[in-house]
Nanobody, 124 residues
Framework: QVQLVESGGGLVQAGGSLRLSCAAS????????TGWFRQAPGKEREFVAR????????DYGDPVKGRFAISRDNAKNTVYLRMNAVKPEDTGVYYCAAVAAQYASRQTSAYENWGQGTQVTVSS
């Protein structure tokens, strides 16, 4: 098991940028595939991005493709989500998730470890 703590959320104007961080502790983080998800009020949790445990494979949900970038620094046990050109529809709670695997699917059920989330609010 790993413990995940997200940070970096806040209020940002549309068109601006934000970088979220997910710090992991507990086990060897380099053994864990990681994903970012988000949940807007009244909506289901939605896949945002995923990255393989080594960082060589990434994937993005269609709403964020070309605007967001996921990366990781295993030496620092941290995964990042760079958010550029944000839109009001990007508003929500962003969650980091991890599973002991080389790479994981886009499904929330594939992940065993979750952080508490960080709120991102984009104003128009």
């Amino acid at each position: 098991q790993v413990q995940l703590v997200e940070s970096g959320g806040g209020l940002v104007q549309a068109g601006g940028s934000l970088r979220l961080s997910c710090a992991a502790s507990g086990r060897t983080f380099s053994s864990y595939a990681t994903g970012w998800f988000r949940q807007a009020p009244g909506k289901e949790r939605e896949f945002v991005a995923r990255i393989s445990r080594g960082g060589s494979i990434t994937d993005y949900g269609d709403p964020v493709k070309g605007r967001f970038a996921i990366s990781r620094d295993n030496a620092k046990n941290t995964v990042y989500l760079r958010m550029n050109a944000v839109k009001p529809e990007d508003t929500g709670v962003y969650y980091c998730a991890a599973v002991a695997a080389q790479y994981a699917s886009r499904q929330t059920s594939a992940y065993e470890n979750w952080g508490q989330g960080t709120q991102v609010t984009v104003s128009s």
